[in-house]
């Protein structure tokens, strides 16, 4: 098992190296290292809902000092202020409850990553949806939508999909992706979304192969 | 560069095992792949990127850059659309071609498939027409497929499909527990439930492992090389004969021909972008029906000025895939256990018979599904986004079962590829446009096996149900692409004969889904590779030493 997961963390560690994707990005606030190794103890395989209420006061505390998106450092195509109002809308398309919300689960290292890569023709899309949100919370509410309140920020939200549905079914889409998809490229942290659905990870399947020369599953 | 006696432009479903006949029969073979090998060590179960979910690109071809095409929408109105996206009828670019990172369900058509005008009689604004060889003939050569490149499965229970000689020769995987839910149902209905045939090692076969039963499986490269395709099969053989080359990365840019009217060899561009010259007595082109078509197209001389083989503006007409339609049944009890490869029962109790409307298509249940498959398949009234889509995903993706199937397209001759007129790929060659699209009777179709679909799961316990019937405007071939370079007795109603060689040119043969009539109503890579058999047979039988004479 110890063995594996040193193979595991190897291939990780390569496959963050090959699409430069920062480790953080990858793995999360903290050590790499440790995170896996939690993964690996059978105990905490699945975090259970307390200590993801816990990752949730977490985030909340993160947002409070200035890193609400879970991200730290430089953006490679949202400006600051861009990353703040993405994030409130994606934090409305995937809102925290016993389970992280779309970006303490690194979807905005997700959108962000791919804006700059295979996402460069939304470029234009992303900088013009960001703006008409933050025209209508300030018209509505008068303040920028990352400071508002939970259900102002629902409010906003709704109008945006009303208002641009091409911006806002772009943006759910790429949430949804980034949320539901591969932790490989930056969102899904630790597979969070696939231990909420229930899934094994790491998968069970996948390590029962069959050995030909013994002819049973090893 | 050396004169070989067979240059193959594509190295998939077809031309993978026309270069190991002809390979094996002692002719030296070129192979040439405009993409890349990939093998187990490439798998990289990326659920956004893939060959079924491209989102962040195609993972096994082609790169979204350099490679556009055109799609012409209903209105008329041409749009530029690269591979990830829907509309470019992509199978992929790798060597394996589509049959790399397959769903790897591989049936027989019924003999119905190849004699739908005289079944049915042909609709009007259609141009159903009967394929000139019979199921009986391509029987030798589906077994000869299943046992060459594996195949797993049953079909005992199947009253439906023409006689056999031999068994699979691998049993089907045990079942899954969506198999346990479905099966019982689809009797109680009178239906005759089956383990779907599968390219996919059930026990070793081969040389490789079986199925070890992972999630990652439709769109991507098997991580244990269970899943059977050209490029870890009848490739490997060809290679190891000595007399075939395979070269990668190598476009081909056309066919050259000599002053008589003969093909002499294929100009193509080598994985430096330098243009490059093999000259052969044959050349095979099994590049994909769009692609097939397009290679053709693109070679035009003084002889041929709308193409090879395209005297009567044939080439590229009659694109047609399959129309997949189905339902999502939503249960009130878990039906998901996590065990690839998902899709594993099947009824063909609706392939042919239904009154009124001319074929039908098999129904199976899906391919497991990745979370990410799941985000817009909730059940009516679920909320789109927000913390009731979150918790539609908790409540809903192990209480799942999609079925659906390949309905038969109704071909016309007006759903077509051409080439485009301005746009170029990488090379600076004109890309394929897609116009058109199949009769509308296609669309019946798919809505009565929708319906089918939705009964099947109502009796299996589904407490609520949704119809998925797929109307598009326009052709969608996708990776089931077929029917551009059409099979026929008429030279001056097909491009090739029941050889697959074309009227015009006697030592040109086109290898691929691009010569199916009708594309049945199966995924149809078993009928290319039985196909690629069955032309293969006939290529080496009439071969007479250097210099081939038809």
Redesign the interface.
Known sequence: MRNLDQRSIDILAW?ANIYAIPMRALFGVGSFRRDLTMQSNKKATLLTRRQFVAVGALGGVAAAVGCASGRQGHWDFLSDAQGHTLTAICD????A?D?PSASQAGVLTYIDN?LV??FRRHQESYRDGLENAEAISRKRFGRELAALTAPQQ?EVVSAIEQQHPDFFNLV??H???GY???P??GGNRNAV??R?????EP????R?????KK?THS | MKRVNAVIVGAGAGGGIVAKELATAGLSVVLLERGKWYTANDC?????RNQGVT???CAFGPE?EGHPRVLVDAKGAAHTVVPSESGYQNVAACVGGGTLSWGAQAWRFMPQDFKMRSTYGAPAGSSLEDWPISYDDLEPFYEKAEYEIGVSGDYSGDPFHGPRKRDLPMPPLPPTKEFAILEPAARRLGLHPIHIAMARNSV?YN????C????WCNGFVC??DAKNGTQNTVIPVALNTGNCELRTECMAKEILTDNRGRARGVAYFDSNGNLQEQLADVVVVSASATESARLLLNSKNRLFPNGLGNRYDLVGRNLQGHQYTGATGYFDFDTYD???PGACIAICDYNHGTPGLPGGGMLDNEFIRL??N??DRMPPGTP????G???G??EW??RTIGIHGPGQQIPTADARITLDPSARDKWGMPVVRTSGNVHPLTYEIGEVLAKRAEAWLKEAGAIHTTLSVNKRDVVSADSHQAGTCRMGDDPNGSVVNRYCQIHDVDNVFVIDSSVHVTNGGFNPALTIMAVAYYASAALVRNWKGTGFRS
């Open positions: 496959l409305q398309i995937i809102p409850d389970f791919q890569r295979h629902l759910r889409s949430t949804l992706q539901y998809g591969s490989r490229h979304s696939w909420m659905l229930g899934l094994d998968p069970l399947r996948g029962a192969q069959y050995d030909l002819g | 990289r179960k990326d659920d956004l989102v962040l690109g979204d070793p040389g490789r492992g079986p070890m039963r992972c999630r991580e244990t996590d065990v690839g979370p990410i799941m985000v789109r986004w927000g913390l889509h979150k918790q995903m908790r993706h192990k």
